[in-house]
């Protein structure tokens, strides 16, 4: 561990703190796992906001996993310009070339070579000797530093591999060019005493030692992710590969929020930074939260909407007393609101504008007036808008989900036992009108018939959420869905006072990503589809 006088000094500044780089891999590992899939226009904005972040290196996916993963991985590394692209390849030639064709637009690329090295995998997944695994691993090495400006090599399983054999591959890996060196716990099964022991034995064993960035990769099998990667920090490690929200294989990885804000907090602990904006931490897990259509738990660490809430009667009088009684962070350095300012319909531009900034939200001009317009929509239905209003007002619409329809009318009627109908127009941006009507189960079934009927796209229902947003009993309701259509999973959200049109508004931003998709690829046909698979 750290000296705390040590540095206390480097928070009084006599010492600086050491630079730890957060390298996320939320669009490759996080991306992966059941449930999280984003299509290329999700990706492009998360990485987009991963940038703004400040995270030093974006892994940005697997470019020979498929084509579409290779397009975004391409696309992704065009469009960064202050972050390093990153591209996972195994130690095998394919994979290692097409992660350098996929990173070619990069102002400053990495490929991220990786092979098993413990027993276990060395025996049933490879069939290798050490032998072969440090001849894969030399020549995977020698064959990335031809394509990227640098190269990171990651020794699968590395917390239940031998550390003298270990430290000869890595030892190997820096020797041909390797700059950074991850030691992942691949299974989450180290506990944090156990993960600073291996590192410092490692940066004290490995050859050129001094001349590479160790790297901590946690997996939270056991809830230790985040304890295991600071635990790394302490013992030396100067990179951290994690997740937004922690998501990922099985439990997931490491939090990125959760190990930035512990760095900051415990500063004098650690004797490090990172150059993360913490004020976009919350932004960055909404957004998230949005493209994937997985909400974030409430007791979840730094981004949960719990985080800075206060129930208890003994806590509520301790913190009207000094907030430094039961908050060790501000929630304003992770880019929420320190208070619940009300808005209503007398309230300006100004001051729309200046809450929103406050909730880390920068539109501009053109978003700003679409979304004024809303604002006073919907202070002439609530009496009070809340912070949670504006930061759904400020997401409720998605730029990928716009177009070509637009809904104009929306009639619902429900019948005691007998279900309901739902008529509904729709207005085209070449200028066809149409309009439909349907039978359902309820409101929202309905409505979702009607829909499609009228768009002509197939959806199969595979989820509906709504929850409230917002407080009192005329708060917003914010809707989720998720559906298939052609062998792909969709998202949509939307909200409103409303909730039959939130679920409506959902439901046609899944059917214009569609369409925006089809236009990208073919001409679609005119009339496609009369039914919908809506949730019953």
């Given amino acids: 561990m750290k000296n705390p006088q040590h540095d206390e000094q480097n928070e009084a500044g006599d010492v600086a703190a050491e630079h730890v780089r957060i390298f996320d891999t939320t669009l490759r590992d996080g991306e992966q796992t059941p449930g999280f899939s984003m299509d290329r226009g999700a990706k492009l904005r998360m990485a987009q906001m991963l940038e703004t972040l400040g995270v030093d290196v974006l892994e940005a996916g697997f470019p020979q996993a498929s084509p579409d993963d290779f397009a975004a991985v391409a696309q992704i590394a065009g469009a960064l310009r202050n972050t390093t692209a990153c591209a996972l390849a195994r130690c095998v030639p394919g994979d290692i070339d097409s992660a350098g064709r996929a990173l070619e637009q990069a102002q400053r690329s990495r490929i991220h070579v990786f092979l098993s090295t413990s027993p ?32 990171e090599f990651s020794a699968e399983d590395a917390m239940r591999t031998e550390p003298e054999f270990l430290a000869q591959v890595f030892s190997a890996a820096a020797a041909a060019g390797a700059s950074t060196l991850n030691a992942p716990d691949t299974v989450g ?97 909404r957004l998230l939260s949005e493209l994937t259509g997985q909400n974030v738990q409430r007791n979840k660490a730094i981004v949960g909407e719990n985080a800075f809430a206060h129930e208890s009667g003994i806590h509520q009088h301790g913190m009207l007393k000094h907030r430094g009684t039961y908050e060790i962070m501000r929630p304003e350095d992770v880019g929420l609101a320190e208070t619940k300012l009300v808005l209503g319909k007398h309230s300006g531009r100004a001051a729309l504008r200046q809450r929103l900034e406050t909730l880390g939200h920068a539109p501009d001009d053109a ?139 959902a439901a046609l931003a899944i059917v214009n990503r569609i369409a925006q998709q089809q236009n990208t690829t073919s001409t679609p046909s005119p009339r496609s589809t009369k039914t919908l698979g809506a949730s019953r």
């Fill in 120 to 151: 276990l995998h060395r025996e049933h997944k490879l069939g290798m000797s050490k032998q072969q695994v440090l001849d894969a691993a030399v020549a995977g090495v020698e064959r990335a530093m031809k394509l990227a400006h640098e190269v």
């Fill in 189 to 285: 099964y180290m506990t944090p005493s156990e993960i600073a022991e291996r590192f410092a034995w490692l940066i004290a064993n490995v050859q050129r030692g001094q001349h590479v960035v160790f790297s901590s990769h946690c997996h939270n099998d056991l809830g230790l992710a985040v304890a295991n990667s600071l635990a790394a920090v302490s013992a030396g490690a100067r990179q951290v590969e994690c997740t937004v929200n922690g998501i990922g294989e099985r439990a997931g990885n490491a939090a990125l929020e959760e190990i930035v804000m512990a760095m900051k907090v415990r500063g004098a602990w650690f004797g490090t930074d990172t150059r993360i904006d913490t004020k976009k931490l919350h932004p960055a897990s």
């Fill in 367 to 505: 978003a700003m007036d679409e979304i004024f317009v809303r604002f006073k929509a919907l202070a002439d239905k609530k009496r009070e808008i809340h912070d949670d209003d504006l930061d759904a007002l400020a997401r409720g619409r998605d730029p990928d989900a716009a177009g070509p329809w637009r809904l104009t009318r929306l009639d619902t009627s429900a019948h005691l036992g007998a279900g309901a109908s739902a008529s509904v127009k729709l207005r085209h941006d070449d200028g066809r009108e149409v309009a439909e009507a349907a039978l359902g189960d309820g409101p929202v079934d309905a409505v979702l018939r009607a829909m499609e009927r009228a768009t002509d796209t197939t959806l199969q229902l595979t989820r509906f959420q709504v929850q409230a947003v917002g407080e009192g009993g005329d708060a917003q309701g914010e809707a989720r869905l998720a559906a298939q259509h052609d062998g792909r999973a969709w998202n949509g959200h939307a909200v409103s006072t409303d909730i039959v049109e939130a679920a409506a508004q």
